[in-house]
């Protein structure tokens, strides 16, 4: 049989995406028959045997599905947590192909522990890899409780680009959802979505958040879904995705 990638090998199970597998194994975080994996090494299918932080890798469903997960505060997004925290995956336990087989999902991107609302998880690592490459532009629409009221012109200059691990960010556009004498609901629209890029944004302007929620991404839409509560994406939903 023949050879493949062994960041491939990840995708094609499902667990991560190509960049975020390479990443993992730079970390020495995949093994091969016992030994730590390197960049670019190739395995044989069905022969070598793969494990990821000791946990072993192995093919699932052929069927992709992408859900929407209404992520509670509180809640880290990672597969697993070295401090013990509960992670997103098991809000998602109940997910199952069409035979009735449970399928392991990942995270596409992160909301950090501290905010809640949309997000996707999958088990389809070319749509992963799709939509967090850097080059891939969709917006991710952001509901935030901001302490104090501001108006249009304050909100505006809060989306000015600022440095974040030593690189200028795009221009945000925030626009106010609604007020009162003491809070400011604004709207955050971003292309780029940074390590805690929002946050940052705010504490550089002296500006405290009370709440952040992710209400969208794109045309995918949190709408009335609970807390703590997924749904399966469409077919409408899932081609938006991949062809946006």
């Known amino acids: 049989m023949e050879k493949i990638r062994l960041s491939k090998y990840f995708t094609d199970c499902g667990v991560m995406s190509r ?4 990443a993992a194994i730079e970390q020495g975080l995949v093994t091969v028959n016992g030994q730590t994996a390197h960049l670019g090494d190739k395995i044989e299918v069905g022969v070598d045997k793969v494990a990821y932080r000791g946990k072993s890798i192995a093919p699932q469903s052929n069927e992709r599905v992408c859900i929407m997960l209404n992520k509670p505060r509180g809640i880290v997004c990672t597969a697993s947590d070295e401090k013990g925290r509960i ?13 009735g087989a449970p399928l392991r999902l990942y995270p ?28 891939h532009s969709i917006p991710k629409i952001y509901n935030v409780t901001l302490k104090g009221k501001f108006d249009a012109a304050q909100l ?18 925030v626009t106010k959802v609604s007020d009162n004498d003491s809070e400011t609901v604004a709207r955050f629209e971003l292309f780029e979505g940074r390590n805690r890029q929002i946050r940052r944004m705010c504490e550089f302007n002296g ?3 009370l709440k952040l929620t992710r209400v969208a991404i794109g045309k995918i839409k949190l709408g009335d879904l609970e807390n703590g509560k997924w749904r399966y994406l469409d077919e409408q939903e899932i081609h938006y995705l991949k062809t946006v």
């Open 19 to 22: 960049r975020a597998a390479d």
């Open 156 to 173: 505006k200059k809060l989306g000015n680009p600022i440095v974040i691990d030593g690189k200028e960010t795009m221009r945000v556009t």
């Open 207 to 209: 500006i405290k958040i």
């Open 87 to 99: 992670g997103v995956t098991e809000l998602c336990r109940g997910v199952k192909d069409k035979s």
């Open 108 to 135: 596409i991107g992160r909301l950090d522990m501290d905010s809640d609302g949309l997000l996707l998880l999958t088990n389809d690592g070319e749509l992963a890899n799709k939509l967090t490459h850097p080059r």
